[in-house]
């Protein structure tokens, strides 16, 4: 059963935001039926920049990272793919193959990701305007059937919102938020994994974080929140932040001294805002005390970019310590 049906959606008029109700950080959707209301969503969750920008008192850091992706590549068996020597002789690298479609700065991928969150969020802003003034729904029922994730979207065949969803946002500050955290470290580690990796990391932690939501709102939710289970696989998922959550984990997981400024004033070392909002995020999905924020997504997220440092870089960061 779909939240927003043809039919039902023929049924706004210029108070389309009291049929669906968006909110901020991988914010989830509910119909009027729900539990929930309209309002600005609880900016504690925001992610904050470092303070300063990894230039050179970590250079030397992110040269040594560099040497054990580029050795990660040479001969690794299974994991690593081709040898060199193995290319050299004449046989196609699997890895090298696709390098040349990722012939980009970490810059212009970041800002690719950016500029994609920005265009899919204008098209809802279109599609909210022709709700509003022409009552015409098409676009808008298109939005919310492929660009926002839901137990019920995902059962009824719809797979790619795992990640489209994560391309869309609820309101500005939801969009703002989400793109100060992705600038703020994206580049980074863009540059440090190469933006190749990058981009799959990033489209993997978006899938991470709708699996963990996909997997609360059909087992855990409906017990929280004290909802019939029909209502709560309903529940619709925008934003990011679960991505955000993933590369910020990584970041932590890479440069745990690395400053941030909490709340744009209060300097925190990053390994401490990462383990400071995953103990809101599992506090927040136990009790249900947030509902606008999808704390579900953001755990999946986090889980994902931790498992990908502690399985994929790790061990190849200790050999060359």
């Known amino acids: 059963m779909s939240v927003l049906t043809l039919s039902r959606a023929t049924k706004m008029t210029a108070g389309f935001s009291k049929t669906v109700v968006f909110f901020s950080n991988h914010s989830t959707v509910a119909n009027k039926s729900s539990l929930f209301t309209l309002r600005l969503s609880n900016l504690f969750k925001s992610f904050l920049s470092p303070k300063k920008p990894i230039t050179q008192i970590n250079q ?44 980009i700065s970490p810059n212009k991928l970041v800002y690719g990701i950016l500029g994609t969150n920005v265009a899919v969020f204008c098209l809802w802003k279109y599609a909210e305007s022709r709700v509003t003034s022409f009552r015409d729904t098409r676009l ?85 929140f004290n909802i019939p289970r029909y209502q709560s696989e309903r529940f619709l998922s925008v934003g990011s932040s679960g991505a955000i959550s993933s590369t910020l984990i990584l970041f932590a997981a890479l440069f745990p001294s690395s400053t941030f400024l909490l709340f744009f004033v209060i300097p925190c070392p990053a390994w401490l805002v990462a383990g400071g909002f995953i103990a809101f995020d599992l506090y927040n999905s136990a009790s249900g005390t947030s509902p606008l924020i999808g704390s579900s997504a953001h755990l999946g997220g986090a889980a994902f970019g931790f498992s990908y440092y502690w399985f994929r870089l790790r061990p190849n960061i200790r050999r060359f310590r």
């Not at 994991?79 to 479609?101: A, E």
């Not at 994560?166 to 863009?190: D, Q």
């Open 60 to 103: 030397l850091q992110t040269r040594n990272y560099g040497r054990w992706y580029e050795h990660s590549n040479v001969d690794y068996g299974s994991r690593g793919g081709w040898s060199k020597r193995n290319q050299n002789g004449g046989k196609r690298n699997w890895r090298n193959s696709f390098k040349p479609r990722f012939n």
């Open 140 to 224: 808008m029922s298109f939005l919310v059937n492929n660009f926002t994730f839901s137990v019920t979207n995902f059962d009824q065949g719809r797979f790619w919102t795992a990640i489209t969803s994560e391309f869309s946002h609820a309101n500005l500050t939801h969009l703002l938020f989400n793109s100060i955290a992705l600038y703020s470290f994206g580049p980074t580690l863009a540059a440090l994994l190469g933006t190749g990796p990058f981009l799959t990391f990033y489209l993997l932690s978006c899938a991470g974080a709708s699996a963990a939501s996909y997997l609360y709102f059909k087992f855990l939710a409906p017990s929280v």
